[in-house]
C-alpha cells in the first residue's frame, strides 16, 4: 500500500479513531486523528489536505453535511469522504450522500473493514478521474482532427471557439437548444470576449469550410442534410450535427466496452 494516501480521521477516541489510524498504518498508509469538533475539524483537513477524511454522522458544533459541502467546495481540493454512524437512518445516509459523501457506513464493523473499503473506494475514485481525464483528452482530439479535415484553418478564432462549442454540446445537448443565452455565453467566457463575437468568429469559420473546403469530406460528415447549392448550415446547425454523431459514436463505443474511439489505419477521415 502506497504511503501518499493520506488519510484524516475525524474521531480521536481510543475506542474510535486511534484503533482506526492502527489499523491504517498496519495497512501501510498514513493516518492522522484529530478532535471530533466541527469548525475545528474543518481548519485541520482544509491545512492538512488528506486524500481520505473520515467523519462521524453526529459532530459537534457543526452539522456534518455542512462540513461535506464546504470540503467538496473548496476549490481543486476534494478528498474521498467517509461518513459513519453508529445507527441505521436511510434519512441521514441519503443526506450525507446528497451532500457529496463517497461512502456511508453503519458501525460496528471491524477496522480491517474500513481500510479495505476506503482503499476500494479511493482507488475507484481515482481510476475514475483519470477516465474522464483521458475520455475528454480523446475528444479533443476527435474534435480538433474533425475541423481540421471539414477545412477550418487553426489559425482564426472561430476555429478554437467551434471546438470548444461542439465539445460543450456533446457533454450537454441542452447547450445547443440554447445557442445564443447559454452555449455562446458559455463559449464567450472561457475565453474572455464576448457572446456577439463568439457567434460571428463561428460563423466565419463555417463560411471559410463551406467556400473552401473539400464537397466529398463535407459530405462524408453532414450527408446531403445540407447540400452546398442549398447554402451554408446556420451555427447552431453546424455544431448539432456533428456533436449528435459524436454523441451517439461515444454511446456506441461505450456499450461495447470500449472507452476510446480508435480510426483503422486505412481509414484517412475520423467516421463519425
Known amino acids: 500500500m502506497s504511503q501518499s494516501i493520506r488519510v484524516l480521521i475525524g474521531d480521536d477516541s481510543l475506542e474510535l479513531g ?37 467523519l462521524d454522522a453526529k459532530t459537534p458544533g ?99 471557439y467551434l471546438r470548444t462549442a461542439i465539445m460543450l454540446s456533446v457533454e450537454d445537448p441542452d447547450m445547443i437548444n440554447c445557442i445564443t443565452k447559454l452555449l455562446y455565453p458559455t463559449v464567450a467566457r472561457m475565453y474572455e470576449t464576448t457572446p456577439s463575437r463568439v457567434e460571428r468568429a463561428i460563423r466565419h469559420a463555417i463560411e471559410i469550410a463551406w467556400d473552401r473546403g473539400d464537397v466529398d469530406t463535407l459530405n462524408s460528415y453532414f450527408g446531403y442534410t445540407i447540400h452546398t447549392s442549398r447554402g451554408k448550415p446556420t451555427n447552431s446547425e453546424f455544431v448539432a450535427l456533428i456533436a449528435d454523431k459524436l454523441r451517439l459514436k461515444y454511446r456506441c463505443t461505450a456499450i461495447y466496452g470500449s472507452k476510446r474511439m480508435k480510426n483503422s489505419p486505412e481509414d484517412s477521415v475520423v467516421r463519425i
Open 18 to 54: 486511534i484503533s482506526w489510524a492502527t489499523a491504517f498504518k498496519e495497512a501501510g498508509l498514513y493516518a492522522i486523528t484529530r478532535p471530533k469538533m466541527g469548525k475545528v475539524l474543518v481548519d485541520y483537513v482544509l491545512t492538512e489536505r488528506p486524500a481520505v477524511v473520515i
Open 62 to 160: 457543526l452539522d456534518v453535511c455542512d462540513i461535506i459541502r464546504t470540503l467538496k467546495g473548496s476549490g481543486e481540493y476534494a478528498p474521498v469522504i467517509f461518513v459513519t454512524a453508529n445507527y441505521d437512518s436511510a434519512k441521514v445516509e441519503f443526506e450525507v450522500m446528497d451532500a457529496g459523501a463517497d461512502y456511508y457506513m453503519i458501525r460496528p464493523f471491524d477496522p480491517e473493514t474500513l481500510v479495505s473499503k476506503v482503499l476500494s473506494v479511493y482507488n475507484d475514485k481515482i481510476n475514475g478521474r483519470r477516465n474522464t481525464a483521458s475520455d475528454e483528452s480523446d475528444m479533443e482530439c476527435v474534435v480538433t482532427e474533425i475541423i481540421h479535415q471539414i477545412g477550418i484553418p487553426a489559425h482564426i478564432k472561430g476555429y478554437h
